[in-house]
């Protein structure tokens, strides 16, 4: 860390990797927290959800970043707890007829819109990145830090 006057400013070098990987973890969880929040503001203000819809949306979000902040803390059950939510994105993602449309209309070489990219990016890409670098950060760290049990052959 160095201090510049009053203020200190941390400094990356010297970071631990437990706090780059929640560092990085919890930037997954903000970025497809925010790409989620903007496509759920623009589909209900050009009126194309239900209310009910968005506030289901606003609730998922702020679990999130609930989430997120304990993950940034370094806390590893929030850290599970965030691959539950990833794998939840993408199933409920999966699991949507409109989200399904909106992706088929894509691989067949339509126009991609904002909302299509919105939700690739929200629901897609760093749900993955988040559930990626959490199993490569865990397989690092070792069973100990997921509370898996090693096994003994």
């Known amino acids: 860390m160095k201090i510049s006057g009053k203020v200190i400013i941390p400094d990356p070098i010297c970071m631990t990797k437990m706090a780059k990987d929640s560092l990085f973890l919890s930037s ?3 970025a497809s927290s925010a790409f989620v929040s903007i496509g759920a503001f623009l589909l209900r203000y050009y009126s194309m959800v239900p209310v009910m819809l968005t506030y289901l949306t606003a609730a998922a979000v702020l679990s999130v970043l609930i989430t997120s902040f304990f993950v940034h803390r370094g806390s590893r059950l929030a ?30 070489g339509g126009l991609i819109t904002v909302l299509d990219l919105l939700e690739i990016l929200g629901f897609y890409a760093f749900p993955l990145l988040y559930i990626f670098y959490w199993a490569v950060a865990a397989r690092k760290r070792g069973p100990k ?3 898996l049990k090693e096994s003994r052959d």
């Open 79 to 108: 850290m599970n707890i965030g691959v539950i939510l990833s794998a939840l994105a993408i199933l409920s993602s999966l699991s949507s007829i409109s989200h399904l449309e909106a992706m088929t209309r894509i691989f067949r």
């Open 145 to 147: 830090s997921t509370g």
């Open 28 to 30: 997954f969880m903000l």
